[in-house]
């Protein structure tokens, strides 16, 4: 199967082709790591386009289009499943929605990983897996509670993911581990995706939803 990924629910634009041969061709933004403010209506199409270049690969010969649908931020939600379906519908491809979370975990070679992506407001989008398991479901809640419920799983994980880096301080101090800053790890891999989405039934693309986990900040009066 030839697989296009995707991912926005961080401020990283990722962007994968995975060959039926097993061969990845990524391409992505660096907005996570030179903590510009995240450009994914500019990035991503750009990132898809070189991803099917280098991949040697066009749209007629994809089989499915993956997209990660977080939890994460709201425009960059919007953004990545606008794309993917369009796509889709454009070419007549599947969609497989894959959740960001597990797509970051699964950068983990942890036995148990905490997937942990800032989701603002002082909260954290997280999750935890054991292995690809997923033990905790992913939710939005302020680091005190995620700590909480980790405690609660009586798990040892290694937190993973641009959330575990803001709240590094808090999560050492209540004995949770936390990736290297700067390390491939905490960032969401469209690859990672592409992966997942070999295990995820195609939906049709109209029944593709952003998993927001919480109310946006602006309500409509």
Do not use: K
């Amino acid at each position: 199967m030839n697989l296009l990924g995707i991912d926005t629910s961080t401020a990283l634009s990722s962007a994968c082709v995975l060959r039926d041969d097993g061969q990845a061709f990524e391409a992505g933004s660096p907005a996570h790591e030179s903590g510009q403010r995240p450009g994914h209506a500019r990035d991503l199409l750009p990132g898809v386009a070189a991803a099917l270049e280098r991949s040697g690969l066009g749209f007629p010969a994809l089989d499915a289009v993956a997209v990660g649908v977080g939890p994460g931020g709201f425009t960059g939600l919007r953004v990545g499943l606008a794309t993917a379906r369009g796509i889709a519908y454009a070419h007549g491809l599947e969609l497989r929605p894959v959740s960001s979370l597990a797509a970051l975990a699964a950068g983990s070679h942890a036995p148990v990983t905490l997937a942990l992506t800032d989701a603002r407001r002082g909260e954290l989008y997280a999750a935890l897996f054991e292995g690809p398991e997923q033990r905790i479901a992913p939710f939005a809640a302020a680091p005190a509670e995620v700590i909480r419920r980790v405690a609660e799983s009586g798990l040892d994980p290694l937190a993973v993911g641009d959330g575990s880096v803001r709240f590094a301080d808090e999560l050492w101090t209540a004995g949770i581990a936390v990736a290297q800053s700067g390390a491939a790890v905490h960032a969401v891999r469209a690859l990672s995706v592409c992966r997942l989405a070999t295990a995820v039934a195609p939906q049709p693309p109209a029944a593709v939803l952003p998993d927001y986990q919480r109310p946006p900040d602006a309500m409509p009066r």
